[in-house]
C-alpha cells in the first residue's frame, strides 16, 4: 500500500509564496509520475502540475510562470513551489501518484492541504 502524506498548505497574502509537500511512502514500485492537483467545494478536480519519471514537467496554463513542481527521490517526496499567489489560487490541493504494476497503473492520493490566499 501506498501513502502520500501533504503538508504547507495555510494562510498567505496575495503575492505571497507557499511551499507544499508530499511524502510518499510504502511499496511504490515503478512510480510513473507525480502530479499537484486542486479542487475548490463543489468543482472538478484540475491538474495543477505533473512531473514524469524522467523529469519532464507539465503546468495548467493558470499557473505557469508562477508554481514549480519538482521532487527529491532520495526522500521519496514532491513539492509544489508556489510564488505570486492569488486568491484564485485558494483551493484544497492533492498529491497524486501514479504507480506502474504488471501493465497496469494505479492512482494514490494524498488526504489533500488547505491553501487560502487573502486578497
Known amino acids: 500500500q501506498v501513502q502520500l502524506v501533504e503538508s504547507g498548505g495555510g494562510l498567505v497574502q496575495s503575492g505571497g509564496s507557499l511551499r507544499l509537500s508530499c511524502a510518499a511512502s510504502?511499496?511504490?514500485?515503478?512510480?510513473?509520475?507525480m502530479g499537484w492537483y486542486r479542487q475548490a467545494l463543489g468543482k472538478q478536480r484540475e491538474l495543477v502540475a505533473r512531473i514524469t519519471s524522467g523529469g519532464s514537467t507539465n503546468y495548467a496554463d493558470s499557473v505557469k510562470g508562477r508554481f514549480t513542481i519538482s521532487r527529491d527521490n532520495a526522500k521519496n517526496t514532491l513539492y509544489l513551489q508556489m510564488n505570486s499567489l492569488k486568491s484564485e489560487d485558494t483551493d484544497v490541493y492533492y498529491c497524486d501518484l501514479k504507480v506502474g504494476l504488471l501493465g497496469k497503473e494505479y492512482d494514490y492520493w494524498g488526504q489533500g492541504t488547505q491553501v487560502t490566499v487573502s486578497s
Open positions: 510504502g511499496n511504490m514500485f515503478r512510480i510513473n509520475s
